[in-house]
């Protein structure tokens, strides 16, 4: 029969994946609605463009797994961005089926006016932290992250 520490613990185990998600709206909702949509951008196309922008050279299919987006996502999200003109995509040299995509001079742009925003929003945020455990929730969640993406 579980003792009431494990009963805490699985309590929280469940409601883990929830607050996380959570969390991640909380963070991502408001900036996209008072800073990315005045750019035409939506939460996906945003996201697809931060990771092209930190990640020159990627592929939609590295992006799904960066993002957690689902493939018909990021897909939709680089039409957007290539109509755009935000990104543009070339053809590997080690393999040709694949496309490479890398932010335009436009698309870099648009991105680094945004991040002065999306920083703010996520210090506002985490300013209940002491810089320390600020430190430490983002190694955590570094870690899980890791241990999570190797279960794919």
Do not use: C, N
């Not at 957690?68 to 939709?76: E, G, L």
């Not at 945020?125 to 570094?142: H, K, N, P, R």
Request: aromatic share 6%; glycine share 4%; proline share 4%.
């Amino acid at each position: 029969m579980p003792d009431d520490a494990e009963d805490a613990r699985g309590a929280a185990e469940l409601r883990l994946a929830a607050q996380v998600h959570r969390l991640s709206q909380l963070l991502s909702r408001p900036f996209v609605q008072e800073h990315a949509a005045k750019v035409g951008l939506s939460h996906a196309e945003w996201r697809v463009l931060a990771q092209i922008v930190q990640e020159p050279g990627t592929t939609a299919a590295e992006i799904s797994v960066a993002t957690a987006f689902t493939p018909m996502h990021v897909s939709r999200a680089v039409q957007v961005l290539r109509s755009k003109g935000f990104i543009a995509s070339r053809a590997d040299p080690a393999d040709s089926r694949r496309q490479l995509l890398e932010a335009t001079e436009s698309g870099a742009g648009t991105f680094a006016s945004l991040v002065p925003y999306a920083r703010h929003d996520v210090r506002s945020v985490m300013s209940t932290l002491t810089a320390s455990e600020f430190e430490a929730f983002v190694g955590y969640l570094d870690r899980v992250v890791e241990s999570a993406q190797q279960r794919l």
